[in-house]
């Protein structure tokens, strides 16, 4: 189970409001990149917490309730793949996350983000490398980020059947680079990650 290690030694430096960030859809050729910022009371034990990479989308979706229910807060925020193309995937990152922090209906006074890159946030923040695997806030967050992405997949598979994203929910697979060769890109495609059919 993880503990609330980091939460806890800021809590004892006068923190009283950690927020655990997160992302999804960083890498896939298409839709917006998600990001997800939680406040969890402190010491909720929550069965089966862990990377939402590690869990079954039928656990997900439980945790996601179960999440949504308990926090002292959340937001679900996101940057658009017109944000994407124009900024380029990192720092539209970042600013999916800048706007989940800045939506949390109880402001967070500490972020800890997933990853290794911490910067430009308005709050004291750190990064955290595999956050996701060690910190019960940013556990939460990636989880809500990762079904509110899935979800948006299965919306846009119904807007573009052709492509599968329900699926691959949007990553590189073979039958979506295929269907992007027989019918084109559709405006959710991120222009810098379908740079290969120029080169065909």
Not at 94 to 115: C, K, T, W, Y
Not at 147 to 173: F, N, S
């Amino acid at each position: 189970m993880l503990e609330y290690q980091l939460e806890q030694v800021l809590a004892e430096q006068g923190y009283t409001n950690v927020c655990g960030v997160d992302e999804a859809g960083r890498g896939p050729l298409c839709g917006p990149v998600v990001a997800a910022a939680c406040i969890l009371p402190a010491g909720l034990v929550i069965e089966g917490l862990n990377d939402s990479k590690k869990l079954t989308p039928k656990k997900r979706e439980a945790l996601f309730d179960f999440i949504c229910e308990n926090a002292v807060s959340y937001c679900i925020a996101e940057a658009s793949v017109e944000e994407i193309d124009a900024l380029n995937i990192l720092e539209a990152d970042l600013l999916a996350m800048r706007r989940a922090i800045d939506g949390l209906s109880v402001p967070a006074d500490f972020a800890l983000i997933d990853g290794n890159i911490a910067r430009d946030f308005q709050i004291p923040a750190r990064a955290v490398v595999h956050g996701d695997a060690i910190s019960p806030s940013i556990a939460a967050a990636s989880i809500l980020a990762k079904v509110t992405r899935d979800r948006q997949c299965i919306e846009l598979d119904k807007q573009y059947p052709q492509y599968g994203i329900a699926k691959h929910k949007g990553y590189g697979t073979k039958v979506h680079m295929d269907a992007l060769r027989t019918y084109g890109p559709a405006p959710i495609h991120r222009k810098q990650f379908i740079r290969f059919l120029d080169k065909e």
